[in-house]
């Protein structure tokens, strides 16, 4: 009696214990009874009946790295579900854009199961589903892209890859949160080609910046001179003025003193009753007769019959002269 009541006491300890079962924070236990779905146990403690109750596994992805140090997946099934975020790396794959290059695209995705008891039975293996549609949906989006848009627009095709992986996987209990390009590898001949043509590229913006700067430096030489033109024509024409100026000044002194000279003159000759005018004739007329005769050849002096005349008239006022 006493070996049986230990035996049974034991079974029941098993059977209570085996019905405990401690679930891990972010994680859930989907549980069957009898080959049925029956609830999804939460974390912290559980309660379930042993033997009739039990726990349905689910397909996951695990990394594993080779002595080569390259790292491969491997599909195990756990009966527990992870609820965080989870990230799975695909190897690189070959894609063919629009203008038929194929590139090398090596793609991130970023998920988190919304739905245990989708993501179990709605499909049989979730993370190889995942990662086959994902390079599907890869494919047809950079088909629609040529290869310099490929390039430039990673956010494009990854808000694209985004609402198509998310609108395919809600069915699945999940849901896409982002997917990344990782790395996008052109062939090598594309690569010197677009090389080629950044050079190219450069070496036609540094022309042109040489070009706008040897424009610019001649239109700024060009107004410089056209200034020194202007200001030097302008000081010519304030130097012309100025001694145009000069000159009538000059002229008006030595009209003024002419007139002077005139009125001295005139009260001079009022005595001999002569004409002012015939008088200055007369001393111009002599004056000229000076210069005439003061050459070495000038021997032979001819006076018109007008000049005798005039200054016969003014004979009257000889004494001035000889004064």
Not at 41 to 49: E, F, T, V
């Given at each position: 009696m006493t070996l049986t009541v230990i035996i049974l006491a034991a079974l029941v300890v098993i059977f209570t214990l085996s019905g405990l079962k401690v679930v891990q924070q972010a994680e859930v236990v989907v549980i069957e009874r009898l080959g049925k779905y029956h609830r999804t146990?939460?974390?912290?403690?559980?309660?379930?009946?042993p033997i009739i109750d039990r726990p349905r596994e689910i397909c996951a992805r695990k990394m594993k790295t080779n002595y080569e140090g390259n790292q491969y997946a491997i599909h195990t099934y756990i009966g527990r579900v992870d609820m965080r975020e989870q990230v799975y790396d695909f190897p690189k794959q070959n894609v063919i854009t629009?203008?038929?290059?194929?590139?090398?695209?090596?793609?991130?995705?970023?998920?988190?199961?919304?739905?245990?008891?989708?993501?179990?039975?709605?499909?049989?293996?979730?993370?190889?589903?995942i990662e086959?549609?994902?390079?599907?949906?890869?494919?047809?989006?950079?088909?629609?892209?040529e290869l310099d848009e490929t390039l430039t627009s990673r956010d494009t095709i990854n808000a694209k890859l985004r609402t198509v992986l998310d609108d395919a996987t809600n069915k699945w209990g999940v849901k896409v949160n982002?997917?990344?390009?990782?790395?996008?590898?052109?062939?090598?001949?594309?690569?010197?080609a677009m090389e080629r043509q950044m050079r190219a590229e450069r070496t036609k913006?540094?022309?042109?910046?040489?070009?706008?700067?040897?424009?610019?430096?001649?239109?700024?030489?060009?107004?410089?001179?056209?200034?020194?033109?202007?200001?030097?024509?302008?000081?010519?024409?304030?130097?012309?003025?100025?001694?145009?100026?000069?000159?009538?000044?000059?002229?008006?002194?030595?009209?003024?003193?002419?007139?002077?000279?005139?009125?001295?003159?005139?009260?001079?000759?009022?005595?001999?009753?002569?004409?002012?005018?015939?008088?200055?004739?007369?001393d111009q007329y002599i004056s000229t007769l000076k210069e005439m005769v003061s050459g070495k050849d000038n021997k032979t002096v001819y006076l018109p019959y007008e000049a005798s005349n005039l200054l016969g008239s003014i004979g009257g006022i000889k004494d001035l002269f000889i004064k």
């Open positions: 146990l939460s974390s912290g403690i559980n309660i379930i009946w629009r203008d038929n290059v194929q590139t090398e695209i090596n793609a991130l995705l970023y998920f988190q199961i919304m739905d245990p008891m989708k993501a179990i039975y709605e499909i049989n293996d979730l993370p190889n589903a086959k549609l994902t390079q599907t949906t890869l494919r047809n989006v950079i088909g629609e892209l982002r997917v990344e390009l990782q790395d996008i590898t052109p062939p090598d001949s594309v690569r010197e913006r540094s022309d042109i910046l040489t070009a706008e700067g040897e424009k610019k430096a001649m239109i700024l030489k060009s107004e410089g001179e056209q200034q020194s033109v202007i200001n030097h024509a302008s000081g010519k024409r304030q130097s012309l003025i100025l001694e145009a100026e000069g000159e009538a000044n000059a002229k008006i002194v030595k009209a003024d003193a002419e007139a002077q000279a005139i009125n001295k003159i005139a009260k001079a000759v009022e005595k001999t009753k002569t004409d002012p005018a015939q008088f200055i004739l007369a």
